[in-house]
C-alpha cells in the first residue's frame, strides 16, 4: 500500500510501469483482509494478544491510508528511490520457490520462522530497500572499465558472436574463478574476515541465511562478479541467464537436495574448504 501511496519514492522506476496495477489492488484487498482475519484468530487463541492485536491494527492503519484504493499522493518525479517492491517481489518469489523445496526434501529440520529470522530479513531488507544505490556501486566498476578499454570493442564482438551456449559456460567459468578469489581473500586477509565473519555468524541455515552479509562485502562482491560478466562482452541473454542460474548455485540447492559432494560452485567450495582454516574458527 506505500508502494501505491509513494510509488516515486518506493518502486524502482525501471520497472514500475511494467506492474498492473489492477491486480495489485486485488492482492492488496485480499492479503488485508487475510491479515485482518488472521489477527483476530490470533487474539482469540493466543494467550499473548500482542502479536495479534499489533497486526490488526497495521492493516486498520492501511485501511484508513486509502488501502486497495490507495492512490499516488505526490505528483513530481524522483531520481532517487528505494526498492520496497524489490524487496516484497523478492520474498514472494523465493519463498514461493525455496520454501517449499525445503520442506520437500526434509533438508531443514526447523520452521520456516526459525530462531533469528528477523535477522536475517533484515539483511535481507536493506540489500532490496537499498537496490539503486547498491546497483550503481556495483556496476560503476564495470562501467568506467567498459569506456577504459573502448579500443577493445573488436574483441569484445568477437566474444558475443560465439554460439550462446559457449558464452554461458564461459560465464560460469569467468565468475567463478573471480568470485573463488574474493571469496578466499575475506579468509585469508584478517580485516576482511571481519566483513565475512557476519555471513558465517548465521546459526540457522535456510535460503534466507544467505542473506546475511555486510554492505561492505555485499558491494565488493557485486562489483567483482559483474566485471568478467561485463568486460569480455558476453552477450546480455547469457549474463541475464546467467543470474537466474546462479541464484540456485548460491543457494547450494543441489548440493543440499542431491548430498551431492562435488564442487558444483567454486566459492561454495572456497567455503568448505575454509573451515580448514584457523582463521574460519574466528566468528
Ligand atoms: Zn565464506
Not at 560503476?140 to 569484445?156: C, D, H, I, N, Y
Amino acid at each position: 500500500m506505500l508502494c501505491l501511496l509513494y510509488p516515486q519514492w518506493l518502486t524502482v522506476a525501471d520497472v514500475r510501469g511494467y506492474y498492473n496495477v489492477g491486480i495489485i489492488r486485488v492482492a492488496l484487498h485480499v492479503v488485508l483482509i487475510a491479515a485482518f482475519a488472521l489477527g483476530a484468530t490470533s487474539v482469540a487463541l493466543r494467550k499473548t494478544r500482542l502479536l495479534g492485536g499489533a497486526g490488526m491494527v497495521v492493516v486498520l492503519i492501511a485501511t484508513l491510508l486509502g488501502g486497495s484504493r490507495a492512490s499516488a499522493r505526490l505528483a513530481e518525479h524522483s531520481d532517487v528511490y528505494f526498492g520496497l517492491d524489490f524487496f516484497l517481489l523478492n520474498l514472494i518469489l523465493l519463498g514461493t520457490i525455496f520454501i517449499p523445496i525445503e520442506r520437500l526434501f526434509k533438508r531443514q529440520d526447523q520452521p520456516v520462522f526459525r530462531d533469528d529470522w528477523r535477522e536475517d530479513l533484515f539483511y535481507f531488507f536493506v540489500s532490496s530497500l537499498f537496490v539503486q544505490s547498491l546497483a550503481y556501486l556495483s556496476l560503476t566498476p564495470s562501467m568506467v572499465m567498459l569506456e577504459g578499454t573502448a579500443w577493445a570493442s573488436g574483441f569484445r564482438q568477437m566474444i558475443a558472436s560465439q554460439p550462446l551456449l559457449l558464452q554461458f559456460f564461459e560465464i560460469m567459468l569467468f565468475t567463478d574463478i573471480v568470485q573463488y578469489g574474493f571469496h578466499r581473500s575475506f579468509y585469508e586477509i584478517p580485516w576482511l574476515w571481519r566483513f565475512h565473519s557476519v555471513h558465517h555468524s548465521a546459526q540457522k541455515m535456510d535460503w534466507i541465511a544467505g542473506s546475511r552479509m555486510h554492505l561492505f562485502e555485499t558491494i565488493l562482491l557485486r562489483a567483482f562478479t559483474t566485471l568478467p560478466m561485463y568486460l569480455p562482452g558476453l552477450a546480455w541473454t547469457c549474463r541475464t541467464g546467467f543470474v537466474c542460474v546462479h541464484l540456485f548455485r548460491v543457494l547450494n540447492v543441489c548440493v543440499r537436495t542431491c548430498e551431492c559432494q562435488i564442487p558444483i560452485s567454486l566459492p561454495a567450495e572456497a567455503d568448505r574448504r575454509a573451515t580448514l582454516s584457523p582463521l574460519a574458527s574466528r566468528d
